[in-house]
Protein backbone atom coordinates (compact mmCIF):
# COMPACT_ATOMS: atom_id res chain seq x y z
CA UNK A 1 0.00 0.00 0.00
CA UNK A 2 1.41 3.32 -0.67
CA UNK A 3 0.13 6.04 1.75
CA UNK A 4 0.52 9.96 0.64
CA UNK A 5 0.07 13.01 2.83
CA UNK A 6 0.34 16.46 2.97
CA UNK A 7 -1.45 18.32 1.13
CA UNK A 8 -3.09 21.07 1.92
CA UNK A 9 -4.50 24.44 0.78
CA UNK A 10 -1.60 27.50 0.39
CA UNK A 11 -0.96 30.91 -1.01
CA UNK A 12 1.15 31.28 -4.26
CA UNK A 13 5.04 31.30 -2.78
CA UNK A 14 4.48 28.66 -0.09
CA UNK A 15 5.71 25.49 0.16
CA UNK A 16 4.70 22.17 1.03
CA UNK A 17 6.30 18.81 1.34
CA UNK A 18 4.12 15.63 -0.02
CA UNK A 19 5.07 12.71 1.58
CA UNK A 20 4.61 8.44 0.45
CA UNK A 21 4.99 5.76 2.61
CA UNK A 22 4.87 2.10 1.74
CA UNK A 23 4.12 -0.66 3.58
CA UNK A 24 4.23 -4.72 2.60
CA UNK A 25 7.02 -4.54 0.27
CA UNK A 26 10.95 -4.39 0.15
CA UNK A 27 10.42 -0.47 -0.56
CA UNK A 28 14.18 -0.42 -1.91
CA UNK A 29 13.45 -2.47 -5.22
CA UNK A 30 10.53 0.15 -6.18
CA UNK A 31 10.85 2.67 -8.66
CA UNK A 32 8.47 6.03 -7.56
CA UNK A 33 7.86 9.08 -8.59
CA UNK A 34 4.98 11.43 -8.29
CA UNK A 35 2.06 12.10 -10.47
CA UNK A 36 -0.48 14.83 -10.41
CA UNK A 37 -4.11 15.86 -11.83
CA UNK A 38 -5.90 19.21 -11.58
CA UNK A 39 -9.72 19.00 -12.30
CA UNK A 40 -10.69 18.40 -16.22
CA UNK A 41 -7.25 17.73 -17.24
CA UNK A 42 -4.70 15.02 -18.15
CA UNK A 43 -2.89 13.36 -15.55
CA UNK A 44 0.52 14.34 -15.73
CA UNK A 45 4.40 13.62 -14.94
CA UNK A 46 5.63 15.12 -12.31
CA UNK A 47 8.68 13.89 -10.80
CA UNK A 48 10.41 9.74 -10.18
CA UNK A 49 13.75 7.96 -9.86
CA UNK A 50 14.79 6.71 -12.35
CA UNK A 51 16.18 2.89 -13.23
CA UNK A 52 18.74 1.47 -10.61
CA UNK A 53 20.86 4.65 -10.20
CA UNK A 54 17.58 6.27 -8.34
CA UNK A 55 18.29 9.55 -10.97
CA UNK A 56 15.75 12.14 -10.58
CA UNK A 57 14.02 13.38 -13.26
CA UNK A 58 11.46 16.37 -13.77
CA UNK A 59 8.67 17.89 -15.66
CA UNK A 60 9.73 20.59 -16.82
CA UNK A 61 6.72 23.06 -15.06
CA UNK A 62 7.99 21.92 -11.83
CA UNK A 63 11.87 21.94 -12.52
CA UNK A 64 13.69 23.97 -10.21
CA UNK A 65 10.90 24.46 -8.04
CA UNK A 66 10.27 20.55 -6.56
CA UNK A 67 12.72 18.26 -5.74
CA UNK A 68 11.91 14.44 -4.97
CA UNK A 69 13.80 12.31 -2.08
CA UNK A 70 13.58 9.21 -0.56
CA UNK A 71 14.40 7.42 2.66
CA UNK A 72 14.88 3.66 2.66
CA UNK A 73 15.39 3.25 6.04
CA UNK A 74 11.65 4.91 6.47
CA UNK A 75 9.93 3.58 3.26
CA UNK A 76 9.34 7.14 2.50
CA UNK A 77 9.26 9.24 -0.88
CA UNK A 78 8.75 13.21 -0.40
CA UNK A 79 7.90 15.48 -2.81
CA UNK A 80 9.02 19.07 -1.38
CA UNK A 81 7.36 21.78 -3.32
CA UNK A 82 8.37 25.15 -3.09
CA UNK A 83 7.72 28.72 -4.98
CA UNK A 84 4.17 26.52 -5.63
CA UNK A 85 1.88 28.39 -7.99
CA UNK A 86 -1.92 28.44 -8.62
CA UNK A 87 -1.43 25.66 -11.76
CA UNK A 88 -0.01 23.57 -9.09
CA UNK A 89 -3.27 22.94 -8.04
CA UNK A 90 -4.10 19.67 -8.62
CA UNK A 91 -4.59 15.61 -6.97
CA UNK A 92 -1.37 14.55 -5.97
CA UNK A 93 -0.46 10.86 -6.52
CA UNK A 94 2.70 8.64 -5.26
CA UNK A 95 3.32 5.44 -7.42
CA UNK A 96 5.33 2.69 -7.42
CA UNK A 97 6.58 -0.41 -9.16
CA UNK A 98 9.26 -2.56 -9.52
CA UNK A 99 11.91 -2.96 -11.02
CA UNK A 100 12.55 0.60 -11.41
CA UNK A 101 12.27 2.47 -15.14
CA UNK A 102 15.28 2.53 -16.98
CA UNK A 103 13.57 3.53 -20.02
CA UNK A 104 12.50 7.63 -19.85
CA UNK A 105 9.08 7.01 -21.68
CA UNK A 106 8.21 4.29 -19.73
CA UNK A 107 9.27 6.62 -16.16
CA UNK A 108 6.85 9.51 -17.17
CA UNK A 109 4.39 7.48 -18.11
CA UNK A 110 1.72 6.74 -15.22
CA UNK A 111 -0.10 3.90 -17.19
CA UNK A 112 3.20 2.47 -16.76
CA UNK A 113 3.10 2.31 -12.57
CA UNK A 114 1.09 -1.08 -11.05
CA UNK A 115 0.70 0.63 -7.87
CA UNK A 116 -1.23 3.92 -6.96
CA UNK A 117 -1.77 6.07 -3.58
CA UNK A 118 -5.34 7.56 -2.65
CA UNK A 119 -3.80 10.96 -3.85
CA UNK A 120 -3.82 14.35 -1.83
CA UNK A 121 -5.04 17.40 -2.71
CA UNK A 122 -2.61 20.45 -2.98
CA UNK A 123 -4.48 23.82 -3.38
CA UNK A 124 -2.48 26.62 -4.54
CA UNK A 125 -4.41 30.10 -4.25
CA UNK A 126 -3.47 33.00 -5.81
Known amino acids: QLQASGGGLVQAGASLRLSCTVS????????MGWFRQAPGMEREFVAA????????HYADSVKGRFTISRDNAKNTIYLQMNSLKPEDTAVYYC?????????????????????WGQGTQVTVSS
Open 95 to 115: VADTPPFAILSMMRSGSSYEY
Open 24 to 31: GRTFSRYG
Open 49 to 56: FRGSSGTT
